[in-house]
T-cell receptor, first 115, second 114 residues
């Protein structure tokens, strides 16, 4: 079974600075998808960014980018120019590219933005 | 489109009571799932469905039943609630299983079992 580990329960960053959230995973599959979700206090789950394992190029969405290291099974999220609205829980998630939509989530990292 | 809707938003039960958490989507999505979120543990898959009439177990299915009689609805039943089922429950849906088939989540139901 696949597992996802987020080793940083809490992180904080100054507004306008850059922060990196860590995620590692364990799988025996060669093709899969990785995701970062944001959960603000409203509880709504919001997809931030996604990555296909067979693509070596790191995904980027505006101020959000990932560092995907397949051999190391690492998938970190970098947030540039942090804004107050980025404060939330962030979850890393894994999904096999075979079969149904079954996400495996990490434990989450609570990100605080200091003004 | 209303997206994925869940009712109720909050619920308090006593041990042994039964209830159904409702989930509906109006996007004609084939795939629907139920997750529970506990502090420090992220979200865990309870049950999922790949289409009307087809359901399967996820990572933590014990104590929960599901059925999928229509494409739109995917209710989650607790037959005899236990304090260990105190959690926040999320329903999600997606059109398919491809990389760009995003899972859309409902707003969640916070359940407390006393």
């Amino acid at each position: 079974a696949q597992t996802v580990t987020q080793s940083q329960p809490e992180m904080s960053v100054q507004e306008a600075e850059t922060v990196t959230l860590s995620c590692t995973y364990d799988t025996s599959e060669s093709d899969y998808y990785l995701f970062w979700y944001k959960q603000p206090p409203s509880r709504q789950m919001i997809l931030v960014i996604r990555q296909e394992a067979y693509k070596q190029q790191n995904a980027t969405e505006n101020r959000f980018s990932v560092n995907f290291q397949k051999a190391a099974k690492s998938f970190s999220l970098k947030i540039s120019d942090s804004q107050l609205g980025d404060a939330a829980m962030y979850f890393c998630a894994y999904r096999s590219d075979q079969g149904a939509q079954k996400l495996v989530f990490g434990q989450g990292t609570r990100l605080t933005i200091n003004p | 489109n209303a997206g994925v809707t869940q009712t109720p938003k909050f619920q308090v039960l006593k041990t042994g009571q039964s209830m159904t958490l409702q989930c509906a989507q109006d996007m004609n999505h084939e795939y629907m799932s139920w997750y529970r979120q506990d502090p420090g543990m992220g979200l865990r898959l309870i049950h999922y469905s790949v289409g009307a009439g087809i359901t399967d177990q996820g990572e933590v299915p014990n104590g929960y039943n599901v059925s999928r009689s229509t494409t739109e609805d995917f209710p989650l039943r607790l037959l005899s609630a236990a304090p260990s089922q105190t959690s926040v429950y999320f329903c999600a849906s997606s059109l398919g299983t491809g990389f760009f088939h995003e899972q859309f989540f409902g707003p969640g139901t916070r359940l407390t079992v006393l």
